[in-house]
C-alpha cells in the first residue's frame, strides 16, 4: 500500500503563486508515475500534471507555461509549483499514484487540498 499526503493549499490573489506538496509513504518503490489532478466546484476531476520515476513531466494545456511539477526522491516527495494562478484554477488538488502493472494496477489518491484564487 501507498499512502499520500497532500499539503500547501490555501488562499492566494490571481496572479499569485503556492506550492503543493505531496509526502508518500508505504510501498513506494511499487509506483512509476505520480502526479496531481484538481476538481473545480461542480465540474469533474482533471489531470493538471504527471511525473515519472525518469521525470518525464507531462502538464495540462491549461497550466502549461505556468505550473511546473518536480520530484525529491530523498523525500519521496512531489511538489506543484504554481505561478500565475488565476480564478478558474480554485479546486481541490489531489495528489495521484500509479503502481506498476509488474505489481498489479492500482491508482492511489491523497484526501485533496484546497486551493481558492481570488480575483
Known amino acids: 500500500q501507498v499512502q499520500l499526503v497532500e499539503s500547501g493549499g490555501g488562499l492566494v490573489q490571481a496572479g499569485g503563486s503556492l506550492r503543493l506538496s505531496c509526502a508518500a509513504s508505504g510501498e513506494i518503490f511499487t509506483i512509476n508515475v505520480m502526479g496531481w489532478y484538481r476538481q473545480p466546484p461542480g465540474k469533474q476531476r482533471e489531470l493538471v500534471s504527471t511525473i515519472t520515476t525518469d521525470d518525464s513531466t507531462n502538464y495540462a494545456d491549461s497550466v502549461k507555461g505556468r505550473f511546473t511539477i518536480s520530484r525529491d526522491n530523498a523525500k519521496n516527495t512531489v511538489y506543484l509549483q504554481m505561478n500565475g494562478l488565476k480564478t478558474e484554477d480554485t479546486a481541490v488538488y489531489y495528489c495521484?499514484?500509479?503502481?506498476?502493472?509488474?505489481?498489479?494496477?492500482?491508482?492511489?489518491w491523497g484526501q485533496g487540498t484546497q486551493v481558492t484564487v481570488s480575483s
Open positions: 495521484n499514484a500509479d503502481r506498476r502493472p509488474i505489481f498489479g494496477r492500482k491508482t492511489y
